[in-house]
């Protein structure tokens, strides 16, 4: 009490005869803590005083563990009628990571998700303090087992909460390294499920500034957050999954109509183009050397060879071949399918990168026709890489893989041609498996590779995609193993 409030402080206390205000006391050691002062005045032969001082620091805590509770609840609550309101999820979830991260004081707050293959992991929603970094650009496609110690405890359900990054134990060595390198002085990570399996993760930097996270009462509002979440993304995969498969079936649709067309017009014009190049022939030996028409007989010959060429893949577009499905080794028919090629790749100065899990097991399959998959993948890799380097560059390479996935607990193999030739720009990309539909002049490309490559992938029960960006172009065969299951011991257990 400040000398000049004396004066006051008696005038309040003669009319109500008590006073209570709070203030800071201090300790002999300089910390200081909060007090509620009471002063009341007793008359007795004199007018006195009587204060006591209570340390309030418990009660201030309670309070406030009281005002951060009905805080969060308030936020869980919004978040979930934000979630059954909007048809946006993402916005949503970009209003809930601002929300939470604005509650905990964090200067950033992700939302990663692993992929479909259960290998990788990107960050896809955040939210950024001013002035802090966005990690969506470097938090791509990042291998699980880089922080193998945290994804160990979150798909144990466990919340990871490390106060202090540098005391980190030594065991968890790989995430400290990289949190360290962003700046992150402390970190809560909150598992996020999907069916009770873990998907992903929502993580908030910094956040150790007033509140320490060790209390249940705080971790459970986050924990049902993180589940609306969770619930909210499933509905948007199944949505992402229900068009996708729309997508297909009219593209399966478009290309069966297409197709019977294909195969009726090939099968006229087929007889027409040997009688045209049997009689073009004709005239080119029946002529003379010098004459002019011999060498019109001999374009004839080419343009209708030509045609003939394209009248082939029409068939085999139409898939009038007859081959029976056997075992096969993918990684045998890749292998294979470069002995074809290879001579024109060195021409072309182009590398070729493999890695081939060697213990793979076989697919049934036309393996012809898996074959003629992967040279049209690789022929367009080839173009692709042409276009952009004409001559010698150490950037034409075309890495092929093949591998192990796990798509909905089954097991599929992967094989992926890459190449980083220019991104395929999105406008192109929905239609590079349209039949007909090319991007090259009318003598390289008749727009039938990929088109045919789908439909084959598709009659083996398998799906043919591609992801295109800045860094690489990438084409993927999956194709399912017969019983679901890898066959050898190290395997098993990521199928599992
Ligand atoms: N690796 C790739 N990089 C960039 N673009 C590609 C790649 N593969 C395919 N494309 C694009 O997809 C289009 C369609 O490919 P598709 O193989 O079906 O036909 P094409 O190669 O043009 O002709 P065809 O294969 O019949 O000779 C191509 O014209 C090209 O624009
Ligand atoms: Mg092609």
């Excluded at 699980?144 to 359900?157: G, I």
């Excluded at 249940?216 to 993180?226: G, H, M, N, Q």
Aim: with cysteine.
């Amino acid at each position: 009490m400040k000398p000049e409030q004396f004066g006051e402080i008696q005038k309040v206390l003669q009319k109500q005869g008590h006073l209570i205000w709070q203030g800071v006391h201090r300790r002999k050691d300089g910390s200081t803590f909060p007090v509620e002062v009471t002063i009341k005045l007793v008359r007795l032969d004199k007018n006195y005083m009587v204060t006591t001082a209570r340390d309030i620091t418990e009660r201030e805590r309670a309070e406030r563990a009281l005002a951060d509770k009905l805080a969060i609840e308030g936020i869980v609550a919004t978040t979930s009628t934000r979630f059954l309101a909007a048809d946006d999820v993402g916005r949503s979830i970009d209003a809930a990571l601002a929300d939470v991260a604005a509650f905990c004081r964090s200067t950033r707050a992700s939302l990663v998700l692993i992929d479909r293959g259960g290998t990788a992991m990107s960050c896809v929603h955040e939210w950024c303090a001013p002035g802090a970094a966005s990690h969506l650009g470097i938090f791509k496609n990042r291998p699980l087992d880089a922080m193998p110690w945290c994804l160990e405890k979150l798909k144990n359900h466990e919340i990871v909460h490390v106060p202090e990054v540098a005391s980190m134990p030594e065991y968890a060595g790989a995430e400290k390294k990289v949190l360290e390198a962003w700046g992150i002085g402390s970190v809560l990570v909150i598992p996020l499920l999907v069916r009770k399996k873990l998907a992903g993760f929502i993580r908030f930097d910094d956040v150790t500034r007033d509140r320490d996270w060790r209390r249940d009462e705080e971790l459970v509002p986050l924990r049902t957050l993180a589940d609306i979440i969770g619930m909210a993304i499933e509905r948007r995969r199944a949505d992402d999954e229900r068009s996708r498969l729309e997508g297909q079936l009219r593209h399966q649709q478009k290309l069966e109509a297409i197709g019977t067309l294909a195969s009726g017009v090939a099968h006229e014009i087929n007889n027409p183009i040997t009688a045209i190049l049997n009689f073009a022939e004709i005239i080119e030996e029946e002529v003379g050397e010098e004459s002019e028409l011999r060498d019109f007989a001999g374009r004839i010959v080419d343009e209708t060879n030509r045609v003939a060429g394209i009248v082939k893949n029409l068939l085999s577009f139409a898939r009038q071949d007859k081959e029976h499905y056997s075992p096969a080794s993918i990684p045998d028919i890749v292998r294979d399918t470069l002995t074809l090629i290879a001579a024109v790749f060195r021409k072309d100065q182009i590398a070729v990168g493999l890695d081939l899990r060697g213990d793979l097991p076989k697919i049934n399959c036309r393996s012809q026709q898996i074959r003629q998959v992967l040279m049209n993948l690789l022929t367009n890799a080839r173009d692709a890489l042409n276009d952009r380097y004409p001559s010698f560059d150490e950037r034409k390479i075309i890495n092929i893989s093949c591998g192990p996935v796990e798509i909905d607990g089954a097991a599929w193999i992967r094989t992926t041609v890459e190449n980083h030739g220019a991104a395929i720009p999105p406008e192109v990309m929905g239609r590079i498996f349209d039949p007909f539909f090319t991007t090259k002049p009318k003598e390289v490309g008749t727009g039938l590779g990929l088109a045919i490559s789908y439909g084959i992938v598709k009659d083996h029960g398998g799906l043919l995609w591609a992801e295109s960006g800045e860094a690489a172009t990438r084409f993927h065969i999956d194709l399912k193993v017969q019983n679901g299951r890898f066959a050898r011991g190290p395997m098993e257990g990521e199928v599992a």
